[in-house]
């Protein structure tokens, strides 16, 4: 089985090289997408052994995991790609967790859940709050009852990552995957994962009122285009 | 009476100006008529300002100019609208861009094992 992992870096020189090195020792590649960092991040990243692919503008997360799908699918032939953080919050141990069900047959997509037996530690409480609430409007817009929508940790089957096509650039992204497993019909399943969240993670990821932002650009992908 | 010369004076700019343009054969005489049309309705709306309260009576509405504003409000959120969507269009056009680049120009470290020869 080959299992490539996918890492959007945006400026996390002080921490993707260690990132990366723990994803690689649970895959047989890491694919990076520089997503225009002000800083070292993907020189690091590629000393750390990463496959590096640079974004010239900066287009998003949910845009740098599409390149770097999109180069995984075309030239490195997986059998499963893994979503994975370039800020040091998720364990690569966990990788071998959420591939067993794709591998096993029983499921095309594995979500990651912080809300699953393993604790997420440190997590602020408003986050938990607007979690929370993310829960009831996933439920609400896309039909998935899912304990953490929004958790960036995935694993898909080759066949779910070409039948997953981000298009929302930005935030959204997460949200957007649980819409398209409906409606490509796909079996998922969800892992717990823990996600450690330290003072440098907090102050460098994006405030928690980025859910408005979310919310915000789920309704014009389903009301405008 | 100082609105109504200056609509009056600005409609006949148009016209004149649309004039120019389709003898230069920039414009075609379809949309010369379309223009040509429109401005004249808004020349006859100035001097006769209640020539519109008949058009707003027929379909509902108290007075002309109110009717007009309605329209004018409907036709700016129809426009939002599109520039709206063309700009995303444009976005997601810029993303592919962006990503088609980043793929052409991969930079892999030395020692990996899967690089190379696997392109389909």
Redesign the interface.
């Known amino acids: 089985m080959r299992i490539v992992a996918v890492i959007p870096a945006y400026n996390e020189e002080t921490r993707i090289g260690a990132a990366v090195r723990d994803a690689l020792a649970y895959t047989?590649?890491v694919v990076v997408?520089d997503d225009r960092s002000r800083d070292r991040s993907?020189q690091i990243a590629?000393?750390a052994?990463?496959?590096?692919?640079?974004?010239?503008?900066n287009?998003g997360q949910g845009?740098a995991l599409?390149?770097a799908t999109?180069?995984a699918l075309?030239?490195?032939?997986p059998d499963i790609i893994v979503h994975f953080d370039a800020d040091g919050q998720m364990q690569g141990s966990d990788i071998e967790g959420l591939v067993t069900p794709i591998m096993r047959g029983e499921a095309d997509i594995v979500l990651g859940s912080r809300f699953l037996g393993k604790q997420a530690e440190n997590m602020p409480r408003f986050r938990r709050l607007v979690l929370r609430a993310s829960v009831v409007f996933t439920l609400a817009l896309s039909g998935l009852r899912i304990s953490d929508p929004h958790n960036g940790f995935r694993a898909l089957s080759r066949e779910a990552a070409r039948d997953i096509r981000i298009?929302l650039?930005r935030m959204a992204h997460a949200s957007e995957i649980l819409d398209l497993i409906i409606v490509a019909s796909l079996r998922f399943r969800e892992h717990p994962v823990t996600i450690r969240y330290t003072a440098e993670t907090l102050e460098k990821s994006p405030s928690t009122w980025r859910a408005f932002g979310i919310v915000k650009d789920l309704l014009?992908k389903k009301f405008?285009? | 009476m100082v609105f109504q010369i200056a609509l009056i004076a600005f409609a006949v700019f148009a016209i004149v100006k649309t004039r120019k343009q389709y003898q230069a054969r920039k414009v075609s005489k379809y949309w010369f008529i379309v223009f040509a049309v429109f401005w004249t309705l808004v020349a006859i709306a100035a001097i006769t300002p209640q020539t519109t309260d008949i058009v707003a009576s027929y379909v509902g509405v108290g007075r002309g100019a109110d009717l007009l504003v309605y329209i004018g409000v409907v036709v700016l959120f129809y426009v939002v609208h599109r520039l709206l969507l063309k700009q995303q269009q444009l976005s997601d056009e810029i993303t592919e861009l962006v990503r088609q680049a980043a793929i052409e120009r991969v930079s892999t470290p030395s020692n990996s094992p899967l690089t190379g020869g696997e392109a389909k």
């Not at chain 1, 075309?74 to 032939?77: A, E, G, K, S, T």
């Open positions: 047989q590649a997408v993907g590629k000393e052994g990463a496959i590096v692919l640079t974004h010239h503008l287009r845009a599409q390149t999109d180069y075309r030239y490195l032939n298009t650039d014009k405008v285009r």
